[in-house]
């Protein structure tokens, strides 16, 4: 099973950036894709950016498409997200999230479903970013 650990979070007034790092461990062979989510209270969790760690390709909702950004160091085994231009709706915990798949994982899929599997997921334990207007 994956274990994930996200740190960066934090308050930022609206126009600022921060970058999120999410430490992965549990990796077996075989195929994985990598995201992050975001949750409000009362709302479901979101698919905000993912990756497929098979071909590097990404997805990115309408919502934050050109502000966030991720991409990974595989020498530390952390993957980022890079949030730019942040308005106050992008307040929110903010989760890591991965999993293993049988074929080569969509990213969109991923983001869509935001479903891991008990037995190979896992989440991270979540990290508030609070964007100021």
């Known amino acids: 099973q994956v274990q994930l650990v996200e740190s960066g979070g934090g308050l930022v007034q609206s126009g600022g950036s921060l970058k999120l790092s999410c430490e992965a461990s549990g990796f077996t062979s075989g195929y994985y894709v990598i995201g992050w989510f975001r949750q409000v209270p009362g709302s479901e969790r979101l698919g905000v950016s993912c990756m497929s760690l098979y071909d590097d390709s990404t997805y990115y909702p309408n919502s934050v498409k050109g502000r966030f950004t991720v991409s990974r160091d595989n020498a530390k085994n952390t993957v980022y997200l890079q949030m730019n231009n942040l308005m106050p709706e992008d307040t929110a915990v903010y989760y890591c999230?991965?999993?293993?798949?049988?074929?080569?994982?969509?990213?969109?899929?991923?983001?869509?479903?935001?479903?891991?599997?008990?037995?190979?997921?896992?989440w991270g334990q979540g990290t508030q970013v609070t964007v100021s207007s």
């Open positions: 999230a991965a999993d293993w798949t049988p074929v080569p994982p969509v990213a969109q899929a991923f983001c869509d479903l935001a479903r891991v599997s008990p037995d190979s997921g896992g």
